[in-house]
């Protein structure tokens, strides 16, 4: 099974709906002052590797994470901790979550935010500027080179950072050529769901110079950390070892040793 590919037909009917609110949408994106650095707040200086926590109630590999789910509380713990931005994962089928965890987060932490769902329309773009989202998450497999470029194109435009997410070299010179400034490298196959750290390391070498590389997936625990800490990264993308870490291992993980 292909599970890419059953979440992405699954989006219809929200993408439906988000564009019946485009203009709404797109007069209170045109509005926005507030946007957060997240390309500045991610960019690895020195040795410190650079940390997106996410805040997600579920996944279809893990089941329920979080069963008393409070995504505004799991967030401040995570800026308390030394998260250096936040990622809220609104996809509502099969990770449960929503647009309004994103409103409710952003609003109550001071650290750039990026929405991570399977964005495959403008009209959800417009959707997550509205909704007060500094960066959006762009997956390169689900959908077109011709697309993923447009999609991008459409972020930048209404000043949203686009974090393109990649899984083979294929999809990564995909990225490439669609203009992709910031580039994740998913150790999770989408179509399988395993994960690989070696997926990282293995398309390190094939990343042109300049674009700012964040490794997504299967960090576990501290040691994971110091592991992909002596690749040339910006930063780790981290959720669901962050949402059931006890107060130790959180500030472990976070404090990247």
Known sequence: MN???????????????ARSRVKNFRTVAESRTDFRDFPSAIQRRGERLKIIAETKKASPSAGVIAEKYDPVAIAKRFEASGADAVSVLTERNYFLGSIDDLCTVREEIALPVLRKDFIVDEAQILESAAANADAILLIAAAVSPERLRSLRECATANRLSALVEVHTSDELQIAVDAGA???????????????????TE????????????????????????????????????????????????????????
Do not use: Q, Y
């Open 3 to 17: 599970r890419l590919k059953e979440i992405v037909a699954t989006k219809s009917r929200e993408i439906t709906s």
């Open 202 to 257: 293995k398309l390190l070498p094939h990343v042109p110079p300049g674009i700012s590389i964040v490794s997504e997936s299967g960090i576990r625990n501290s040691e994971d950390v110091a592991r992909m800490s002596v690749f040339p990264i910006d930063a780790l993308l981290i959720g669901e070892a962050l949402i059931r870490a006890d107060a130790l291992a959180l500030s472990k993980i976070l404090a990247r040793s």
């Open 181 to 199: 400034k910031i580039i994740g490298i998913n150790n999770r196959d989408l179509v399988t769901f395993e994960v690989d750290l070696e997926t």
